[in-house]
């Protein structure tokens, strides 16, 4: 036993180490992620499973879902979706509950889906998404319109988990993503082991405070060693993204059962390519400014095209300057840092972990030009202000319910509400405004650019828009 044990503790260590040692290219300020196996999988399949599989096992009713949304306008469904899930929006699944009830559950793609010129783009981060309501009144109030036993059970099975996690998934802006948060409030309510909900908290709840985020687009996965901005993910890809649908999974046998079609569905990411700028380009700007990249940014961001390489370094907060908040909160001497444990010696941990590092990936910049906003918090709507940290907007908003694409800033058209706006009085207009001097929606840092001439600027953003 005691034998077995300290094997374990060796291998955990020189594990540490290896992981710890800065690459061969790498500073004492990076720290390159090495690669690890992973499960193969088949991606049609995956597609299959992501747009029509059972796994956020709860939801509400379907009864009830007929008389508040509906079936969906043509451009938001999704081909290769069967049975029920036709008609719906590429977001909502169709599922049955245990007890025979019939359900609609969201799915992966409430994040990881956007819509753009009236077409659903899958992989692409969902950057316009509203979590400032309080959603708990409107669950509660939704089980009076519910009367069927079956039904009635199960909405309260999901009503429960909605109220319960509210008060931590309450973010202060729009367009941010609450993922990070939502997280850990869902481990703290199931037990390590068994993964049954229990409605008081098992590990003592994270910070109501909603650390904002935005969601990085799929099609990079293929190039990361690692998951997350902070690469916070390692090991078995699929078992880490399968955890994203904790709110539902009250049983170990369902989490195996999930597991199952994970790798299918991770080979499915993978198959995910960037789409391309879809505008002229300057053939010569970019050829001037594909030079500019490769001496100034090609270091941390790797390079593109045939025998293009990617790092998959981690930057230390320090060097690169970007609001430390999320690092911190998931870093080794944070206090959550229980969360991570919990992972880590629950079912998911057995092929996967959440490693600290106090840093951020420098990303795959593979269409970039559709991800605006930018930088892991989402704190800078366009490239031409990550190239200069010295003109970005403070307080800024923009229209939710389109994506005003601006072709010379490369992102999307905002408006500069200007200092002293930050104490608007108009709640609903508040919570559009991105202020950037909250805790973790900082936009400094990242200082690479600032240096290159307004016409080097010019050549890289124009490159930019070609990967
Ligand atoms: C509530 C929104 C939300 C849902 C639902 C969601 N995700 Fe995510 N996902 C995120 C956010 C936000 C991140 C980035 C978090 C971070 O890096 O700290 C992320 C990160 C990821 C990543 C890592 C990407 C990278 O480049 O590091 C993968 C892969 C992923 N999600 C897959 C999934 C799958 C598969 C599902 C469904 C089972 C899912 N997600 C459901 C919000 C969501
Ligand atoms: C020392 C390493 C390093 C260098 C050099 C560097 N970057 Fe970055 N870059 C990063 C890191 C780390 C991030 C993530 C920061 C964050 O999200 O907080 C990042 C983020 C970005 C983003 C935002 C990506 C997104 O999807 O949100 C862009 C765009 C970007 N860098 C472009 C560049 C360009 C262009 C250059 C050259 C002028 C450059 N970077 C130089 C490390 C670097």
Redesign the pocket.
């Given at each position: 036993m005691h034998a077995r044990r300290a094997q374990v503790l060796f291998f955990l260590t020189v594990g540490a180490l290896l992981g710890c040692a800065p690459a061969p290219s790498g500073t004492a300020t990076t720290l390159a992620v090495a690669a690890e196996a992973q499960r193969e999988g088949d991606a049609a399949k995956g597609y299959d499973a992501?747009v029509n599989g059972e796994?956020?096992t709860c939801g509400i009713p379907e009864s009830l879902f007929a008389k508040t949304i509906g079936e969906a306008p043509e451009n938001l469904r999704l081909p290769g979706r069967t049975g029920r899930n036709e008609k719906l929006r590429y977001d909502y699944t169709a599922i049955t509950a245990a007890n025979g009830a019939k359900l609609v559950s969201?799915?992966?793609l409430?994040?990881?889906a956007a819509v753009r010129d009236g077409k659903v783009v899958v992989g692409l981060?969902?950057s316009q998404s509203d979590y400032t309501t309080d959603l708990a009144p409107f669950a509660e109030a939704a089980g009076q319109l519910v009367s069927d036993p079956a039904e009635k059970a199960e909405w309260r099975r999901w009503a429960d988990r909605v109220v319960t996690v509210q008060p931590y998934i309450l973010a202060d802006t729009m367009g941010v993503?609450?993922?990070?948060n939502?997280a850990p409030i869902l481990f703290s309510h199931r037990d390590q082991k068994t993964l049954s909900w229990s409605a008081r908290p098992l590990l003592d709840p994270p910070p109501t405070q909603v650390v904002p985020?935005?969601?990085?687009?799929?099609w990079?996965?293929k190039k990361?060693n690692?998951?997350?901005?902070?690469a916070?993910?390692r090991g078995d890809?699929s078992r880490?993204?399968?955890s994203?649908?904790l709110l539902c999974t009250d049983e170990l046998a369902q989490a195996k059962a999930i597991d199952q079609s994970?790798p299918d569905?991770?080979a499915y990411?993978l198959s995910l390519k960037p789409p391309a700028y879809p505008y002229p380009l300057d053939a010569a700007l970019v050829a001037t400014g594909h030079q500019v990249f490769d001496q100034t940014c090609a270091r941390c961001h790797g390079t593109y095209g045939e025998g293009g390489s990617y790092p998959n370094l981690v930057v230390v907060t320090e060097e690169v300057g970007t609001d430390p908040t999320?690092a911190l909160a998931t870093s080794a001497a944070s206090p959550t840092r229980r969360f991570n444990d919990w992972f880590n010696g629950s079912f998911y941990g057995e092929r996967a972990r959440l490693v600290t590092t106090v840093g951020y990936?420098a990303?795959p910049l593979d269409g970039l030009w559709a991800t605006a906003p930018y930088f892991?918090n989402g704190s800078v709507p366009t490239v031409a202000d990550v190239l200069d940290s010295t003109h970005r907007p403070a307080f800024w908003t923009r229209d939710f319910t389109t994506y005003d694409f601006d072709r010379d800033r490369l992102g999307f058209r905002f408006t500069d509400v200007g200092h002293g706006k930050s104490d608007e009085s108009d709640a609903s207009k508040r919570r559009a405004i991105y202020d950037t001097t909250r805790p973790g929606y900082g936009n400094h840092g990242h200082t690479y650019g600032d240096a290159l001439s307004p016409a080097e600027k010019a050549a890289l953003l124009e490159y930019l828009k070609t990967l």
């Open positions: 992501l796994y956020v969201v799915n992966c409430t994040c990881h981060g969902e993503n609450v993922a990070d939502l985020v935005d969601v990085p687009p799929w990079n996965l990361k690692s998951m997350f901005h902070t916070l993910g890809q880490i993204m399968m994203a649908a994970f569905v991770r990411l999320l990936v990303p892991h």
